[in-house]
């Protein structure tokens, strides 16, 4: 039950010669002062308005610093963010929300809304002919068994069911809270040499990937494992804005202090 991976959908694309698909985690919007989360939505929103030539955005986790809807009413402070995405999809780019450990309380807004889909599972992403492992990381550390027990109650559809009879005043205020709590777990956890490190060495090694993406570890990274590629997304709670990108012409790039990082996935 408390698995690592417990559920993977597996996602075909072509991307054209020219063409991008772009990475983006731990935004965590809703996170600090009014002041700090208003520079971090203007940053967010920069990258957003400028992804010519992408066709599919792919949001790993913690968009938000907290997310929880009810159907009909949501967290009132993103309304920038969610008019930013909902523009992209109607544009043509498609876009795959998988949640993070801050952003879990998702029902149905994105799916009905915006169009854009919300998966608890791990992405099986295939482009063109290159194969990338794509998960928010959380859970994914061998040592991280009372976190995947937390996991598995804050995602349970009944134990939600349940706490969308607060009301949302209240239920919103406390995932705000809770999201605190979960960041302090995160940023003195030590995942040390079995962590999402080894995960991605598995899935390249032993599983075939060619790369592997994720964020939730707050440090940006670009590391050749094998004949792959593991990446790291880093975060936005500081001054940089990182973000990766593949093209059938560079492979996977991350791009972190305006300075991009590029490993070849062959």
Not at 32 to 44: F, I, P, T, V, Y
Not at 173 to 186: D, N, Q, V
Request: glycine share 8%.
């Amino acid at each position: 039950m408390f698995r690592q991976v417990a559920h993977v959908k597996t996602v075909n694309l072509t991307v054209p010669p020219g063409h991008r698909v772009v990475f983006i985690s731990d935004v965590h919007l809703g996170f600090g002062s009014q002041a700090q989360n208003d520079k971090r939505e203007d940053r967010l929103l920069q990258l957003l308005a400028n992804l010519d030539s992408c066709v599919h955005l792919i949001i790993v986790g913690d968009l938000f610093d907290y997310w929880f809807d009810y159907g009909f009413v949501i967290p009132s402070a993103f309304v920038r963010t969610l008019a930013a995405l909902h523009h992209l999809a109607r544009s043509g780019v498609q876009i795959t929300y998988l949640m993070g450990n801050h952003d879990f309380g998702h029902y149905r807004y994105f799916r009905q809304e915006l169009g854009i889909p919300v998966e608890q599972a791990d992405i099986d992403l295939h482009l063109n002919d290159t194969r990338i492992y794509v998960c928010h990381g959380d859970g994914k550390a061998a040592n991280d068994t009372g976190y995947l027990i937390l996991r598995a109650v804050l995602r349970n559809r009944f134990i939600q069911s349940l706490y969308r009879m607060i009301h949302p005043s209240v239920g919103i205020w406390l995932a705000s809270r809770t999201s605190h709590g979960s960041r302090a777990y995160t940023d003195k956890k030590e995942y040390g040499p079995d962590g999402l490190g080894a995960f991605a060495e598995q899935k390249i090694v032993h599983e075939g990937y060619s790369c592997v993406v994720m964020g939730h570890r707050h440090k940006a990274e670009v590391r050749r494992i094998a004949s792959g590629t593991y990446v790291n997304l880093g975060d936005w709670l500081g001054t940089d804005s990182p973000y990766a990108e593949w093209t059938p012409e560079a492979g996977i790039i991350l791009h972190s202090n305006d300075i991009p990082t590029s490993l070849s996935e062959t």
